[in-house]
């Protein structure tokens, strides 16, 4: 198998094409927050504070030959914030969406166990299955016990299913 062949099977796998998307998108929000944090955040808090820009806030250290620029963090704390704020609350609306879908999947599972008469499960219960009893003789259509290996109306030897063996007298009975 090629390389581009192999590559192009990676790209359009379901995963990494969701993640490329997921990045896209990514990029293009946080252009929405830093908008936000520059264009209309920081204008309002120069309002509290006397119109003071926090972006060309600066600490000069060594003489002037380093700056250390505190309005850029505080700009980054603020996205952080936005952004931070912004997933909460989608992922809270994405939760509320999700209960209310598997509280309406419950409420089907209950109206379908009505319908077919399956009352005594609980809620979270799935039917299981029973081990029959008896069977029916194929030779004589009597009902006898379902681990019987010979029936008693006819007299008649039963096969008996590997799954079926009995064990009777400390050794294993089959067919």
Same mark, same amino acid.
């Given at each position: 198998?090629?390389?581009?062949?192999?590559? /192009?099977?990676?790209?359009?796998?379901?995963?990494?094409?969701?993640?490329?998307?997921?990045? #896209?998108?990514?990029?293009?929000?946080? /252009?929405? #927050?830093?908008?936000?944090?520059?264009?209309?955040?920081?204008?309002?808090?120069?309002?509290?504070?006397?119109?003071?820009?926090?972006?060309?806030?600066? =600490?000069?250290?060594?003489?002037?030959?380093?700056?250390?620029?505190?309005?850029?963090? #505080?700009?980054?704390? =603020?996205?952080?914030?936005?952004?931070?704020?912004?997933?909460?609350?989608? +992922?809270?609306?994405?939760?509320?969406?999700?209960?209310?879908?598997?509280? +309406?999947?419950?409420?089907?599972?209950?109206?379908?166990?009505?319908?077919?008469?399956?009352?005594?499960?609980?809620?979270?219960?799935? *039917?299981?299955?029973?081990?029959?009893?008896?069977?029916?003789? *194929?030779?004589?259509?009597?009902?006898? *016990?379902?681990?019987?290996?010979?029936?008693?109306?006819?007299?008649?030897?039963?096969?008996?299913?590997?799954?079926?063996?009995? #064990?009777?007298?400390?050794?294993?009975?089959?067919?």
């Amino acid at each position: 198998m090629s390389i581009i062949k192999e590559f /192009k099977e990676f790209a359009m796998k379901g995963n990494a094409f969701d993640l490329a998307i997921g990045v #896209v998108i990514g990029g293009a929000f946080q /252009k929405i #927050v830093n908008s936000l944090v520059n264009d209309i955040i920081m204008p309002l808090t120069a309002i509290f504070t006397g119109n003071i820009d926090y972006s060309d806030w600066k =600490i000069v250290i060594a003489n002037g030959a380093a700056e250390i620029g505190i309005g850029s963090f #505080v700009n980054a704390i =603020i996205n952080f914030f936005v952004i931070a704020i912004s997933i909460f609350l989608a +992922l809270k609306y994405i939760n509320k969406i999700n209960k209310k879908l598997e509280e +309406l999947n419950k409420e089907a599972m209950k109206s379908m166990r009505r319908r077919i008469g399956d009352k005594k499960l609980g809620d979270n219960e799935t *039917p299981k299955l029973v081990e029959p009893t008896t069977k029916v003789c *194929p030779y004589c259509l009597s009902e006898i *016990p379902h681990k019987a290996i010979k029936c008693s109306h006819c007299a008649s030897e039963l096969k008996v299913e590997k799954e079926e063996a009995v #064990v009777r007298d400390g050794g294993e009975v089959n067919e």
